[in-house]
């Protein structure tokens, strides 16, 4: 079975700090995701990437950024949190662009 | 830009029932179409898969169905069971690089005992 892991079910963090969320899939897939999805609007495209050091913007890229160093491993970083990313994150991945989407459990951050 | 909607939002309906959620989206043009299962404050399951040449896809209880020139597809769920009841998402796959899904918002399903 697919296993795709998140680093953090829960996470309190202060305005302006800097938050780092983790994904982590174990078969060896070439594309991963990053979402958010908030009530009334629905799952949203933050970034993806399509191999090792690559990755391109989603729908709402902005005051966010990612790192893929490894396959395996993708990273959403906050730069400096704001109350507007109070939101349940979810990381996705897939062996290839037309294959199914495999979710993380789902990180909840809530910004102070 | 594709645009995706469920309807209904929430739909309330006596166990042993068989029930239809439907989605339909703007853009016609899709490589696929995912069906989600969610249940409260956890991430998403995978239901199915169809993929644009094909009409529809089972597995169990569950049919779904593709009509992509009318920008379509149905979840059709036999024998509704309470362990049925959770949101349903419906995701589709416009581009055909590694760009991500673009949602519904999903359909709330309650299975009364």
């Known amino acids: 079975d697919v296993k795709v892991t998140q680093s953090s079910r829960y996470l309190v963090k202060r305005t302006g700090e800097k938050v780092f969320l983790e994904c982590v899939q174990d078969?060896?897939?070439?594309?991963m995701f990053w979402y958010r999805q908030d009530p009334g609007l629905g799952l949203r495209l933050i970034y993806f990437?399509?191999?090792?050091?690559?990755?391109e913007k989603g729908d709402i890229p902005e005051g966010y950024s990612v790192s893929r160093e490894k396959k395996e491993r993708f990273s959403l970083i906050l730069e400096s949190a704001s109350t507007n990313q109070t939101s349940m994150y979810l990381c996705?991945?897939?062996?290839?662009?037309?294959?199914?989407?495999?979710f993380g459990p789902g990180t909840r951050l809530l910004v102070l | 830009k594709q645009e995706v909607t469920q309807i209904p939002a929430a739909l309330s309906v006596p166990e042993g029932e068989n029930l239809v959620l439907n989605c339909s989206f703007t853009?016609?043009?899709?490589?696929?179409l995912q069906w989600f299962r969610q249940d409260p404050g956890k991430g998403l399951t995978s239901l199915l898969l169809i993929q644009s040449s094909q009409r529809e896809q089972t597995s169990g209880r569950l049919n779904a169905s593709l009509d992509k020139s009318s920008g379509r597809s149905t979840l059709y769920i036999a024998a509704s069971q309470p362990g049925d009841s959770a949101t349903y998402l419906c995701a589709v796959k416009s581009g055909g690089g590694a760009d991500g899904l673009t949602f519904g918002k999903g359909t709330h399903l309650i299975i009364q005992p």
């Open positions: 990437s399509y191999d090792v050091k690559m990755k």
């Open positions: 853009d016609s043009a899709i490589y696929n």
């Open positions: 996705a991945s897939c062996a290839s662009s037309l294959k199914t989407q495999y």
């Open positions: 078969m060896d897939h070439e594309n």
